[in-house]
Nanobody, 124 residues
Framework: QVQLVESGGGLVQAGGSLRLSCAASGRTFSTYAMAWFRQAPGKEREFVATISRSGGRTNYADSVKGRFTISRDNAKDTVYLLMNSLQPEDTAVYYC?????????????????WGQGTQVTVSS
């Protein structure tokens, strides 16, 4: 079992930046592939970014590529999402997720553990 706690959300103007953090506790963090997903009001949860166990491989949704950066610090059991050039359409609840087989994926149903989410609101 692993517990995930997101932080760093908030209200920001369009063009601004935020850095989300997801702190993990429980089993060995470095064995998990990690990902960020988001869900806007009235929409389905969508993939944002994923990162391999070592951090050497990352993958992004086309909508955030070039603006968002996922990273991890296995010594701190934390995964990050740096979000630049934020736009109103980025407004959503952002969730981090852990996959215990260490296989990064874009599909939410392949993740075993989820955080409670953190709200990101981008004003125009």
């Amino acid at each position: 079992q692993v517990q995930l706690v997101e932080s760093g959300g908030g209200l920001v103007q369009a063009g601004g930046s935020l850095r989300l953090s997801c702190a993990a506790s429980g089993r060995t963090f470095s064995t998990y592939a990690m990902a960020w997903f988001r869900q806007a009001p009235g929409k389905e949860r969508e993939f944002v970014a994923t990162i391999s166990r070592s951090g050497g491989r990352t993958n992004y949704a086309d909508s955030v590529k070039g603006r968002f950066t996922i990273s991890r610090d296995n010594a701190k059991d934390t995964v990050y999402l740096l979000m630049n050039s934020l736009q109103p359409e980025d407004t959503a609840v952002y969730y981090c997720a852990a996959e215990y087989l260490g296989r990064p994926s874009r599909w939410s149903n392949e993740y075993h553990y989820w955080g409670q989410g953190t709200q990101v609101t981008v004003s125009s």
